[in-house]
């Protein structure tokens, strides 16, 4: 079993910048992709950004020159550091993790962008 919790989000006015984390703890060995989603009210939920365990990575077009995804392997952590904010990024934001083709999901962190 793996645990993600992510740390981070809050209130911010438009424009400006938040930095997601997301901890990985128990059998962790051996996770391979993780990615940041998140969900609207009323919306599905959306990939926002992807990341190998070699770092190569992958965003939504509407995040892009925006978001930057990024781990730390040796501390099992994701990162999403979010600049320029939108209200429309307002979302509940959830980490997702990989392991043996096996997908988990840590609880969510809410990011509100007040216009």
């Known amino acids: 079993q793996v645990q993600l919790v992510e740390s981070g989000g809050g209130l911010v006015q438009t424009g400006g910048s938040l930095r997601l984390s997301c901890a990985a703890s128990?059998?962790?060995?051996?996770?391979?992709?993780m990615a940041w989603y998140r969900q609207a009210p009323g919306k599905q939920r959306e990939l926002v950004a992807g990341i190998s365990r070699n770092g190569i990575t992958n965003y939504v077009d509407s995040v892009k020159g925006r978001f930057t995804i990024s781990r730390d392997n040796a501390k099992n952590t994701l990162y999403l550091q979010m600049n320029s904010l939108k209200p429309e990024d307002t979302a509940v934001y959830y980490c997702?993790?990989?392991?043996?083709?096996?997908?988990?999901w840590g609880q969510g962190t809410q990011v509100t962008v007040s216009s």
């Open positions: 997702n993790a990989v392991i043996h083709l096996t997908g988990y």
């Open positions: 128990g059998s962790t060995f051996g996770i391979n992709r």
